[in-house]
């Protein structure tokens, strides 16, 4: 048993005599070196002038934090301290210095571990971009009130505030001028363009100047001033009331003033229909009255324009004249077709507010009804609307000079006997084709009863025809057998939906 006891205890220590001896011999190998840290390389964009906050990242795979060093600054630009945020990361700011045909920057940087293994440097590309073209002008320039023939100037400002260079043209209303009709502004500079107002005539003038780019983008400029002329008519619009006779003139005078502190000369044109007026000169703030005299036939009537010029200036003079109306010869109705014409109150002759006090002439007499040598030619009357009718007659093969549309009016005297008045219709629309001539006539009473007629005169004035009376007026109400069965249907229409209504509502 002890021999037992031995072998085993001499066993167990050979054995660890063998372990110590075989891991006496084992060598294990050394832990591994960490990779040394990186650092980004990118490319940014910036515009020329312009400042960027530009993120750096470093990579390191052992523990702790690295730290970030510049190693190249830029060239045109500078950079901030530095401003770590952990992580491996941090912020620099770049400027750009705005060095005009630089296109390119760089700098670069690198990071270094805790155990001061440093990586290799990265590159920071910078390109420089041009910022766009920004324009900026006024919205809106005003002009002081001048007189017309004179000028004033104000400046139009035009500012670059962005990059590179704005171009382009422009355009302007008149009575407006520029001194250049384009522009080129480089960046954070303000180019000046002279505006001029220069007034033709006295009034109120509203404009505006019209910028386009080279990119085509449009701008505007809001214009407003005032002008006063330097010469003034009274009355400002001349009416002339028609003669007496056929050949009598028509004639009025109106009164010119130079409203300035110089000598004016002016000079006047006008159509035909007024005889030529010659030049006059007006010393300052001197009136002068100048006769007109209308030059047609006093059958025609004239709405024209006389144009009074000076030097640099000019005004108009609306002048109308009213044409002749012929008198003619008339047949009284019988007794018993007066008696059953309705009495008629005649209208009150037309006066406008505007009249000149120095055109004073008597109202033509009232004109008879029927012409006993003109020709009857019938004329249709069409509603057009409440007040508006149409009356339509054949074109005549003679020439025509003027169509007379008129209205009658009866009324009774003092005596007791019968009065037949007629005014002209104003302003009938007269329109020709080819075998018919129309008229349209608004301003009638839709509830009243009117009577009309048409006459033709020819160019000595002579009447050509004359149309039987036309008569319009309301449209006749419906009859009562009209009336009745329109009730009947109305009241069918009424049960038919009723019984689709309830047939529909019914259930299935």
């Avoid at 470093?58 to 830029?74: A, L, M, N, R, Y």
């Avoid at 060239?75 to 992580?87: A, K, N, P, Q, Y």
């Avoid at 007109?292 to 006389?306: P, Y």
């Amino acid at each position: 048993m002890t021999r037992g006891i031995r072998r085993r205890f001499c066993a167990f220590g050979a054995l660890l005599f063998l372990v110590a001896v075989a891991q006496a011999d084992i060598t294990l190998p050394s832990a591994a070196p960490s990779p040394p840290p990186q650092a980004d390389a990118f490319t940014i964009r910036i515009l020329r002038g312009d400042r960027m906050i530009i993120p750096l990242r470093g990579h390191h795979g052992g523990s702790g934090t690295v730290t970030f060093w510049i190693v190249d600054p830029p060239t045109h630009g500078t950079l901030s301290e530095l401003r770590v945020l952990g992580d491996n990361r941090a912020t620099i700011v770049y400027q750009n210095d705005g060095a005009e045909s630089v296109a390119n920057d760089r700098f670069t940087y690198l990071v270094k571990t805790s155990g001061n293994r440093v990586s290799s440097a990265a590159e920071v590309t910078i390109i420089v971009e041009e910022p766009p073209a920004h324009l900026q002008v006024p919205g809106r320039i005003e002009f002081e009130q001048t007189m017309a023939g004179e000028s004033q100037t104000r400046d139009l400002a035009i500012t670059n505030d962005g990059g590179g260079v704005l171009e382009g043209r422009l355009s302007i209303s008149s009575p407006w001028r520029l001194a250049s009709l384009g522009y080129r502004v480089e960046s954070g500079k303000t180019e000046t363009i002279a505006v001029t107002f220069r007034p033709e005539e006295g009034r109120d003038f509203v404009g505006q100047i019209t910028l386009t780019g080279a990119d085509g983008a449009l701008a505007s400029v809001l214009l407003s001033g005032s002008a006063t002329s330097p010469i003034t008519f009274e009355p400002a619009e001349l009416r002339i009331l028609p003669p007496r006779e056929k050949n009598a003139p028509r004639t009025a005078s109106v009164t010119l003033t130079n409203q300035t502190g110089r000598p004016l000369t002016v000079k006047f044109t006008a159509d035909r229909k007024i005889q030529p007026i010659p030049a006059i000169a007006l010393a300052p703030a001197e009136a002068k009255a100048i006769p007109v005299v209308i030059a047609a036939d006093g059958t025609i009537a004239v709405d024209e324009t006389i144009v009074a010029r000076g030097n640099g200036f000019s005004a108009r003079l609306p002048v109308s004249a009213q044409s002749l109306i012929l008198p003619q010869a008339s047949v009284s109705p019988s007794p018993k077709v007066a008696a059953s014409l309705p009495v008629v109150p005649p209208a009150p002759a037309a006066t406008s507010p505007q009249q000149p006090s120095l055109v004073r002439q008597a109202e033509p007499p009232p004109v008879p009804s029927v012409s006993l040598n003109a020709r009857s030619v019938p004329v249709r009357a069409q509603r057009l609307a409440g007040s508006l009718w149409e009356l339509r007659w054949a074109r005549p093969k003679d020439p025509v000079a003027q169509y007379r549309i008129e209205e009658r009016f009866l009324a009774l005297d003092g005596a007791g006997a019968l009065q037949t008045n007629w005014r002209d219709l104003p302003s009938p629309k007269i329109a020709f084709a080819d075998d018919r001539v129309t008229a349209q006539i608004a301003g009638l009473d839709p509830d009243q009863m009117h009577s009309l007629k048409v006459t033709a005169l020819g160019p000595n004035g002579a009447p050509f025809w004359e149309s039987p009376l036309v008569v319009v007026g309301p449209p006749p109400e419906p009859s009562r057998r009209t009336r009745t069965l329109a009730l009947i249907f109305g009241g069918a229409l009424v049960v038919l939906l009723v019984l689709r209504w309830r047939a529909n509502r019914a259930p299935p």
